[in-house]
């Protein structure tokens, strides 16, 4: 197993910061101006962790912009089957992809100036040539629901509703929702800020020390 380089050295007990920033990269390489975390680089750092004898805990920090939903799904679906500790914290948005990575972790904080963007999945372009097409988006979507909705309090219904939600964003549909009320919805877990997610992971992880 390789050890765990991108954040630093670790050391007995230690905390290892892990930050989701810009648009998730999958198999298409985005410009070099564009903010990216790539999720070949993401996968085996989480299980670097899972794995370290080093590391109790793992802090995610989040600032996303969408991206590739596979790809994102794939770092969810890891840091949901960690049996070390985790927490995340949203800083600044998490749109789309966004909110399976909040609350694929044990606890979701959301900083108070914070935002969740939730709307459905589309695709880049304004024509859609074939019926499967659409199947594909709707079985697509329905994994991003199953998923959200079994890591979190918020319930399909209210989850479907939110992202169809047509008076909220120009020309287009969803919800966006500020720190307090992604918690009032069900879909984060406290408003809180880096000291509390730090005092979860500590509290949960054995008395570990932060090292990011």
Known sequence: MEE???????????????????????????????????????????????????????????????GDVEAGLAIAEMIAGMQKPTASLVLGGGHSIGGPLAVAADRSFIAPTASMMIHPVRITGVVIGAAQTYDYLARMQARITAFVTSHSRINEERFVSLMSDSTQLANDVGSILTGQEAVDEGLIDSVGTLADALRYLHKHGDSPQTRC
């Open 4 to 66: 765990v380089q991108e954040l630093g050295q670790t050391r007995q007990g230690s905390i290892h910061c892990l930050t989701i920033i810009g648009q998730i990269e999958g198999h298409q390489i985005l410009p070099d101006d564009v903010k990216t975390t790539k999720y070949e680089h993401i996968l085996p750092t989480i299980a670097a962790v899972e794995e370290s004898p080093e590391i109790t805990a793992l802090l995610i920090l989040l600032n996303t912009a969408g």
